[in-house]
């Protein structure tokens, strides 16, 4: 097996498969980290949760950027849809559904929505936040310090989930010399 390190000789992460739910979507829109996504992940979304992306395109007619760049990659096939075979009965449609997948799969879990995430972690599902994908973007030396905390700066998550990246990424830069 080769081993790739980034710029600090730290290990890379490896490509993973993940269930996607439409909260981490809509944040990496938001903070600008979706061009980086099928580089780490392989990304796996149930039928409810593109209805949830694209539900916009059927209400008013009119699709959303981030809605449009979803369709993009699910028309590309960037996305792949694949629906659990039992959805858990948790949470709303699209969490249950991506939990699911996630959970029979053997999937990473990509969600931002906080008390499906904590649960899934606590279920050892391995949950990841856009906070968390920010802070790995960081490890890996896809993002700089400033950038990183530009675009934890423009999340929609709980106080709480965003404190405690926003303080492994001050650790980090401060190991690195990156922060006083």
Same mark, same amino acid.
């Given at each position: ?11 890379l992460m490896t490509k993973r498969n993940a ?81 699911? @997948? +996630?959970?029979? #799969?053997?999937? %990473? *879990? ?61 650790? @980090? +830069?401060?190991? #690195?010399?990156? %922060? *006083?």
């Amino acid at each position: 097996m080769m081993l790739f390190l980034n710029k600090y000789g730290e290990r890379l992460m490896t490509k993973r498969n993940a269930a996607l739910d439409a909260s981490f979507w809509i944040n990496g829109y938001r903070s600008g980290i979706l061009d980086f996504l099928l580089s780490y992940f392989t990304v796996f979304v149930p039928s409810v949760v593109v209805e949830e992306v694209e539900h916009p395109s059927r209400v008013t007619g009119l699709l959303t950027p981030a809605g449009q760049l979803f369709r993009r990659w699910r028309l590309g096939e960037q996305v792949i849809v694949q629906d659990p075979e039992q959805p858990v009965d948790w949470f709303q449609l699209g969490e249950n559904a991506a939990i699911g @997948l +996630a959970l029979e #799969r053997r999937y %990473r *879990l990509l969600i931002d929505d906080r008390a499906p995430y904590h649960l899934a972690k606590a279920r050892n599902l391995r949950a990841i936040s856009t906070a968390d994908f920010i802070l790995l973007l960081y490890v890996q030396g896809q993002l700089d310090y400033d950038e990183a905390q530009a675009k934890l700066g423009t999340l929609k998550i709980s106080e709480h989930m965003k404190r405690v990246v926003m303080h492994s990424l001050g650790r @980090l +830069a401060t190991k #690195r010399g990156e %922060r *006083l």
